[in-house]
Nanobody, 118 residues
Framework: QVQLVESGGGLVQPGGSLRLSCVASANIFSSNAMAWYRQAPGNQRTLVATITRGGATKYADFVKGRFTISRDNAKNTVYLEMNTLKPEDTAVYYC????????????WGQGTQVTVSS
């Protein structure tokens, strides 16, 4: 059974920080690169950052230098440390396995809302 549970979102002022967490079921976490995605109102879901099983990371240009993705393989958990937040970072953030394309019936967790506003 696939399960993804995101947490850690909230309301933060511009320039602030948040740390998101995602607990994944072991059957998908242990054998896959993981990723964080986000979806702002009216927009498609967008890839934010990826991390391989070995810890290699990649970031979208719009978060480079501000966000850090990490994973704890013992806890089946992936994190997203977000610093210097901007209003345009406002979105629902989701974690999932890394895929370039998802099928229309792919499983997604409930996500966690991040709102950056003064």
């Amino acid at each position: 059974q696939v399960q993804l549970v995101e947490s850690g979102g909230g309301l933060v002022q511009p320039g602030g920080s948040l740390r998101l967490s995602c607990v994944a079921s072991a059957n998908i976490f242990s054998s896959n690169a993981m990723a964080w995605y986000r979806q702002a109102p009216g927009n498609q879901r967008t890839l934010v950052a990826t991390i391989t099983r070995g810890g290699a990371t990649k970031y979208a240009d719009f978060v480079k230098g501000r966000f850090t993705i990490s994973r704890d393989n013992a806890k089946n958990t992936v994190y997203l440390e977000m610093n210097t937040l901007k209003p345009e970072d406002t979105a629902v953030y989701y974690c999932n396995v890394y895929r370039e394309i998802f099928s229309v019936d792919a499983y997604w967790g409930q996500g966690t809302q991040v709102t950056v506003s003064s």
